[in-house]
């Protein structure tokens, strides 16, 4: 067997030029924003040894002969490998998970209810064998594809084919409703209510958070959410399943179709605002995209968008954008972009 890294751009498919003869490049200012969250750090690899990993590929592979087992050199906070098998053309992505001890257990049954309908990778294996590593981990096929953000950063944005693909999963995934927000089980069910969602901002705003914004900026942030109380009731009015961090960072595309949406491990009962407002957050949408993006979104969805939908969504990511700046963990260039981005939401306001 061979242990390796493997190098992000070993990800993606040959360009396809036909596909992408249609593609324009976005703006100076939209480019720029996509590029700086390329740059956001990321926390250390998870450390396993060569007897660890193969110990872990055992449970799932039936025995079978490990030709490579590829460290995957990107992602954000988890660690993932490429492993692939002696005569057998499937590859598998082994994810080792690091942020939420218990995100992977929604994985199957996620895959279960949405698999049939949005692109997702189909679930192999989901455990946790305390005896091998302390990381509890979920096997997946490797879908090939580039990231949308890796497509974007390189100067492409999607076609309107692809916006479609995009909005319908989003439609999907949100037709499943809840009565409140919390995380979710393994079955789907919410077991951790969450405080109502107007004394959210507070709890956010913390020391750290403060510290990093400045206080002009807090006060600046305050006085918005307080004049959009209205906003913020009807944001919280409308719960259902949600991605979590629908990010084009999260969107495998190939070609000019989405191949896969990944990383549902902070999948929950949220509200859909949340993920709308994280795939428009670097505003790369042109006019016709949002048209189209609305059209195929309110046609599936069973709670149509309202006119002002995307000053909602904005309003909803920018509290997304406060609870990460306010994280433990000093990261730079990722708490400098999230002001940046809070800030644009000020003055967009």
């Not at 490998?81 to 499937?90: E, H, I, Q």
Request: net charge negative; glycine share 6%.
């Amino acid at each position: 067997m061979a242990i390796g890294r493997y190098l992000p751009n070993c990800l993606h498919t040959p360009p396809d030029h036909h596909a992408e003869e249609h593609h324009v490049s976005p703006d100076p200012t939209t480019f720029a924003s996509i590029q700086a969250e390329t740059d956001w750090e990321r926390p250390p690899f998870i450390d396993v040894s060569r007897e660890q990993l193969m110990a872990l590929i055992g449970l799932w592979s039936a025995g079978e002969t490990v030709d490579r087992c590829d460290l995957i050199a990107k992602g954000g906070s988890n660690t993932n490998y490429l492993v692939s098998f002696a005569g057998r053309p499937t590859r598998f992505v082994m994810r080792l998970y690091a942020s939420d001890p218990h995100g992977w257990r929604k994985e199957p049954r996620l895959h279960g209810l949405l698999g049939a309908s949005v692109p997702m990778p189909r679930v192999v294996y989901s455990g946790i064998a305390p005896d091998i590593a302390d990381y509890p981990f979920t096997v997946f096929e490797f879908v090939e594809g580039q990231t949308l953000l890796e497509r974007m950063a390189s100067g492409q944005i999607p076609t309107l084919g692809l916006i479609r693909q995009i909005a319908r999963s989003l439609a999907l995934i949100h037709r499943h409703r809840y009565d409140e927000i919390g995380a979710l089980d393994e079955d789907l069910q919410v077991v951790e209510d969450l405080p109502p969602f107007d004394t959210w901002i507070e709890l956010f705003l913390n020391a750290r958070a403060t510290e990093r914004l400045g206080a002009e900026v807090v006060d600046r942030y305050r006085a918005l959410v307080e004049a959009r109380r209205a906003d913020i009731a009807e944001i919280a009015s409308w719960t259902a399943l949600v991605h979590g961090d629908y990010r084009p960072t999260n969107l495998l595309v190939r070609g000019d179709d989405l191949a896969a949406v990944i990383d549902w491990e902070f999948a929950m009962a949220d509200h859909p605002f949340s993920d709308l407002g994280q795939i428009i957050r670097h505003g790369w949408m042109t006019g016709a995209m949002e048209s189209e993006f609305v059209s195929v979104y309110n046609e599936i969805s069973t709670n149509p968008l309202p006119g002002n939908w995307k000053q909602l969504a904005r309003l909803r990511d920018s509290i997304n954008l406060v609870q990460l700046i306010g994280s433990r963990i000093e990261k730079p260039r990722m708490q400098a972009d999230l002001r940046r981005l809070i800030l644009s939401v000020i003055e967009q306001s």
